[in-house]
């Protein structure tokens, strides 16, 4: 079969894209419910007299006391499922259709018989068993990360809960014990011991420690559970699919400037059926989250969409692209049906024609001309001519000169420097000797890194200054880039993408609606911490030719997820521990996503340059 027989028969079977069904929705919310009102049956004690209470007196008192208990459990449980029920889980279904039962009968053994709790219940299961064909959604990648997280999280919540069991029976208080008495009591029995509060009651003393120790034995076990369970990473791309990536690159790199950044290690990757396109990607919050256009054929494309939207259909993610080209966003919302939104312009340089003369140029010529006057000089070279010392002198001067904890960037950022693979980058480097220079770097004060855009083109994907460094340290560096590309062969640069850049330049111009001002004020409001505005201007001052890209997604409403999801990938937003803490806990380190020595070459170069992998 020939590649375009096969594009058109991925045409023609790939399903249009289609929100999900409202019962997995419902089946969530409902099971919310029932896990609050477990809850709430299991801590107030007003809610257990009825005549079911009355003829459960009969029974053993420990046996309704640890059904009490697992009453609170069992809701806490539901809770926790009631997410994955919403995304069709299949684990949690199964989980769901064992609880549910379970829940009724603890409400027999000790609870009122809650007429709603109960219909509820039952009605739930039912439509469970009904509609089990639409929960068939495979679990989400993991790393032992959700372990930590699980503990915190459930250790507050366990310890909010308690401190309502505990305070639940003040008529059956021994003496007057202070609200430090009750926080004491709260952690001894989320380890299984007696506290300072007492009771009168026998029955009431054992539905309090076996609710507290029940949390804190969910606690252990669930946490247990996540630490012990085979380790699935968020994201692997392997030397084997690297390779064929680059294959791919070097026969339609230059189509697509954001292309070489599918060659980031914390990203997965999928094919066609062909092999002849791909898509990189990673799961974030339930976003299946691609960046830029597809690699390779334009003519495969459809296949690796489809593999794509087959992926996200068998996990219930919401798949969704950022920083796509038009002609990429035309393909995917054609053969997917889902819609697309102009984020933003990159900023494209032709070298040939870049020159800094004429009124245009000005502001940018003085502040070169001003900084190399000042002794500053520059040099350009391609990543293979670095000598291994100079390679991890910038890359040692670049992390320290980052102004995060974290190394920010997912759509346009490669996120490593100096790799043996990565020979046909381009970095530009500023130097400047100055007498008595504590700095550790030496005369090294700023550096550009650039990735190839094909054979002739550069895609800016790094741009670090020393602080103490002067004024337009990075103007310097994109110009003596831009002049000596020709001697690179190079006729084409990408500089940083400006988001929402048309919005700017449009809300500024004379003329300009109530509405399209109102927008331009609110983007520049945000500037204040994204650097909407600063980066549209920045990239302004070369003159460029601006290249929109969009977002690609399914429906409006997904859009606040999905802006989560890609706040996120990009590192604005960390969801994850300090990395002074997470070195002490050896569970939640981020192996799988640092797997830049996994290649024998890679290691080789970890060990020459003396940094760990």
């Known amino acids: 079969m020939t590649e375009s027989s096969a594009t058109q028969d ?67 449980l539901m809770l926790m499922l009631a997410h994955g029920l919403k995304r069709r889980k299949r684990r949690a279904w199964t989980a769901a259709v064992v609880l549910l039962p379970a829940g009724i009968l603890a409400e027999v053994l000790h609870h009122r018989l809650s007429i709603v709790d109960t219909v509820l219940s039952a009605g739930l299961m039912v439509v469970l068993l009904t509609h089990r064909s639409q929960f068939t959604a495979l679990s989400d990648p993991r790393t032992r990360w959700r372990a930590a997280f699980n503990f915190v999280l459930l250790s507050v919540v366990s310890f909010g809960i308690g401190l309502l069991i505990v305070s639940a029976h003040p008529n059956s208080e021994i003496g007057n014990p202070t609200f430090l008495d009750r926080v004491k009591t709260v952690l001894y029995g989320l380890f299984g011991f007696g506290g300072p509060v007492h009771y009168a009651h026998d029955r009431t003393a054992d539905i309090v420690g076996y609710s507290l120790g029940g949390l804190g034995f969910l606690i252990l076990l669930s946490t247990a559970y996540l630490v012990l369970r085979p380790e699935h990473p968020t994201a692997v791309l392997s030397p084997e699919d690297e390779e064929q990536i680059r294959g791919l690159l070097e026969k339609h790199g230059r189509r697509d400037s954001l292309g070489h950044f599918a060659l980031r290690r914390d990203k ?16 974030i919050s339930g976003v299946m989250l691609a960046s830029g256009d ?28 950022v920083g796509c080209s038009e002609t990429g966003g035309e393909v995917w919302t054609r053969e997917t049906g889902l819609d697309a939104l102009e984020l933003g312009d990159e900023a494209i340089v032709e070298t040939d024609s870049f020159s800094l003369s004429g009124r245009a140029m000005r502001n940018v010529r003085q502040m070169v001309k001003r900084v190399e006057r000042n002794g ?43 790799d043996p693979e990565d020979g046909n980058c381009v970095v530009v480097t500023a130097h400047k000797t100055v007498e008595d220079d504590p700095s550790p770097h030496g005369d090294l004060k700023a550096v550009l890194h ?72 609110l983007l520049v409001f945000l500037s204040r911490w994204f650097q909407i505005e600063s980066l549209y201007k920045f990239n302004a001052k070369f003159q460029p030719v601006w290249e929109p890209r969009f977002m690609v997604f399914p429906t409006h409403r997904d859009l606040p997820r999905i802006g989560f999801a890609v706040m996120q990938a990009e590192a604005f937003i960390t969801l994850e521990l300090p990395a002074r803490v997470r070195r002490w806990i050896p569970f939640v380190s981020k192996e799988p996503q640092r797997r830049d020595c996994a290649h024998p070459e890679h290691k080789r170069m970890a060990a020459a340059s003396g940094r760990a992998a």
């Open 10 to 76: 991925s045409r023609a079977r790939l399903p249009r894209f289609t929100p999900s069904s409202k019962v997995p929705a419902l089946v969530g919310t409902v099971g919310a419910v029932i896990g609050l009102l477990d809850l709430a049956t299991g801590i107030i004690p007003q809610l257990r007299h009825s005549r079911v209470h009355t003829w459960t007196g009969y029974l053993p008192g420990a046996v309704s006391s640890i059904a009490a208990a697992a009453s609170i459990i069992l809701g806490l």
């Open 268 to 283: 997965s990757v999928i094919f066609s059926s062909t092999g002849k396109a791909a898509i990189s990607y990673r799961v």
């Open 294 to 321: 597809p690699i390779g054929d334009v003519e495969a494309w459809p296949g690796a969409i489809e593999r794509f939207m087959e992926e996200a259909r068998a996990h219930a993610w919401i798949p969704a692209v």
């Open 376 to 418: 500053y000089s520059c040099r350009m070279r391609r990543v293979s001519d670095l000598d291994e010392e100079e390679r991890a002198r910038i890359r040692a001067a670049a992390a320290d000169w980052r102004g995060t904890d974290t190394e920010r960037g997912f759509s346009m950022a490669l996120g490593r420097f100096g």
């Open 450 to 521: 650039f990735v190839p855009w094909g054979e002739d083109g550069i895609s800016l994907e790094l741009m670090r200054r020393d602080r103490s460094a002067d004024g337009g340290m990075n103007e310097l560096l994109i110009v003596h880039a831009l002049q000596n590309a020709p001697e690179l062969g190079i006729t084409r640069a990408s500089l940083n993408f400006a988001m929402f850049r048309s919005a700017l330049a449009r809300g500024e111009r004379i003329g300009a609606g109530p509405v399209l001002r109102f927008w331009r004020g």
